[in-house]
């Protein structure tokens, strides 16, 4: 087993992202990952950053769900991971983008908002979370809510954010 002989979670996530790159079947890799992330939990000393490693494993391996056409997979590799932290804001805003993805934006901005409420937790806060709710709310007809969530987006730089806020809130 993997994890056995390198001692890492980053070795996990780059066996499974490897495995899914080689068709070997989403029930596959994941069992693969639920396995051997239980055997490196038992593991004397496991390293003390595993939670983390481990939850940015489930975003990595979602993602590449996601570039395969698979978002139903993807979809349940977000929800194991926030079985683990239930407030991780990475997560939660890959499950927003697979709502907006199945043209479902209620659900998008409830999972949006709480991703935008844990923003400080994310991996990269540059406004993506905050424009993407924005443009949800515009599908669905508040423009209030979109205008400040625009306003949001364009303080933390987002790169279109000035000119969608131009375009939306006269």
């Not at 625009?150 to 000119?163: C, L, N, R, V």
């Amino acid at each position: 087993h993997y994890n056995g002989i390198h001692h890492q979670p980053k070795a996990l996530t780059e066996s499974a992202v490897s495995l899914l790159r080689t068709n070997v079947g989403t029930k596959k890799v994941m069992d693969f990952v639920e396995e051997e992330k239980q055997g490196f939990l038992a593991m004397d000393n496991p390293d003390p950053k595993a939670d983390s490693l481990f939850l940015d494993m489930y975003n990595r391996i979602g993602q590449q769900f996601m570039t395969r056409k698979q978002p139903q997979e993807a979809y349940a590799v977000y929800q194991k991971g926030l079985e683990a932290d239930p407030d991780n804001a990475d997560l939660l805003f890959r499950i927003g983008l697979y709502h907006v993805a199945q043209k479902d934006y209620h659900q998008a901005v409830e999972w949006l908002l709480r991703a935008a409420r844990n923003s400080e937790k994310l991996s990269k806060d540059s406004g993506d979370v905050e424009h993407t709710l924005a443009l949800c709310y515009i599908v669905i007809g508040d423009q209030a809510s979109a205008c400040n969530y625009f306003t949001i987006a364009e303080s933390k730089k987002y790169p279109t954010a000035t000119a969608s806020k131009a375009k939306y809130c006269r």
